[in-house]
């Protein structure tokens, strides 16, 4: 299955040619001689994915002990005027907003004016009786159950105007709610619409002022600040979408006043830098308040939810992390017992560099290469296969894991070269690479989906059928398969 943008506001991108470099596996820095060469090779390898991935231009800041260790600019912040990325370029972050918005709730906290466990129905008057007893925990974490304002497959407001804001308002507080608060996670712009009033209302400033007196000037963010296409943005990169065969598109970012709680600022990897530093350093909030804001948050089972407080949470086991994501784009992670941070911005939507995070941080962590060092082990994967070919790939990854001491590619790392290679015409490469996904994670109902489509781009049709069926045994709700296999037997 085609992975989806996960910012609700989707903003596009276009792509330029990169030069590539290869990345050599080293330990984390200890001497200047070895920092250097460290910094040589993560710049190798973000190159070289660049090139993979037609991303034209991208910022990349690592932050190592409370002091940034690595800042660098590539490519081009504007392929029309061919203006390279510089220190002073603002990408946009796209629903990554949502941490600062996080930080923002936490600070009204502090001050004794918002309860995380409390009722939304306590702050903002007027709401729908369903919408009352929604926690403002559940809002942030998105368990809320509540509809969203956002139609996610058109990507247009709801209503019958998908223009006017008051109407998409109206709109979306007559339908039903989805699930009760708590029992389930669904990312939804309308919590962040909440949370902005909620904000608002408690702060007695806009949501913009909010965030810009108690967070911008407080970090020394001089020059971000929220805007879209109808705005002047001054030292903007352009944004771009690879355009499906058609080449690459300039895109026009709409970010609605009123969501911006949720989507909108504009920013680069040294302002964020300074942001992540001045929060860890207990200039925005108290320690334990940030403490608060990373800790995970659980489902009314008990289960844990995907997000903690504005802010997603990359789980596993040691290095924890937590996130900012941002229309598959523009991410940050934090190592919050690493005492690292990195950050990526991109002006490619669906570039994805938040897939590219984790090799970065294992240069400085070298046991997270055995964890989540899966980009790295695809990149020389590929390198291999530039003099070897495709076949034989599951052989050829175990050698590389065992060379370099790597964890095998997600899923999700799979999945994306599988579909770059079908948007490039390689139908019988894409199966390849989905083969080795499903091999890798043979109960995954979204690998069989991806590699049927990649069968059935190439002609294989009894092929797709049987991995269409496998996926719908393991997902019976997967409504993809269903109307592919209807499709084929129709055909």
Known sequence: MNPRFPSALLVMALAAAVS??????????????????????????????????????????????????????????????????????????????????????????????????????????????????????????????????????????????????????????????????????????????????LIERQSGQSFVDFIQHGQFDVAGMAHSGFGDAKDVVINKASSYVLGGGKGYRNVIEDFPVFMRAGAGINSNVGELANWLIALQTGRLLAPTSVERLWQPTSLNDGKPAPWALGWPTIGRDGHRAVAGIGGARSAFYVYPNDDLAIIILSNLAGGQPEQLIDSVASFYLPALRQQRAGAYAV???????????????AEKLAAIRRQHGLSAPSEGDLNAWGYRLLARQQPKQAIAVLQLAVQLTPQSANGHDSLAEAYEADGATALAITHYRRSLELDPGNAHASERLRGLADG
Not at 90 to 104: D, H, Q, R, Y
Not at 379 to 389: C, D, F, I, M, V
């Open 379 to 393: 990149h020389l994967l590929r390198q291999n296969l530039a003099s070897t070919g495709f076949d034989g790939l």
């Open 20 to 197: 590539p470099g290869a990345l050599a596996a080293t330990a984390a820095p200890t001497s200047a001689q070895q920092a250097s060469r460290t910094e040589q090779d993560i710049a190798a390898f973000v190159r070289s994915e660049m090139q993979e991935r037609q991303i034209p231009g991208l910022q990349l800041a690592v932050i190592h002990h409370g002091k940034v260790v690595l800042s660098r600019n590539f490519g081009l912040a504007s392929v029309q005027y061919q203006l390279p990325v510089t220190d002073a370029s603002l990408f946009s972050i796209n629903s990554a907003t949502k941490a600062f918005t996080g930080v923002a709730v936490m600070q009204l906290v502090q001050q004794d004016k918002v309860d995380l466990a409390a009722p939304i129905g306590q702050y903002l008057a007027g709401l729908p009786l369903a919408w009352q007893a929604v926690a403002v925990t559940q809002l942030l974490n998105h368990t809320s159950g509540l509809p969203d304002v956002l139609d996610q497959r058109s990507g247009k407001l709801v209503g019958p105007k998908p223009d006017d804001a008051d109407a998409a308002w109206q709109a979306v507080q007559a339908l039903p709610v989805e699930a009760q608060p708590g029992q389930r996670y669904r990312y939804n712009q309308t919590n962040y619409v909440l949370l902005a009033q």
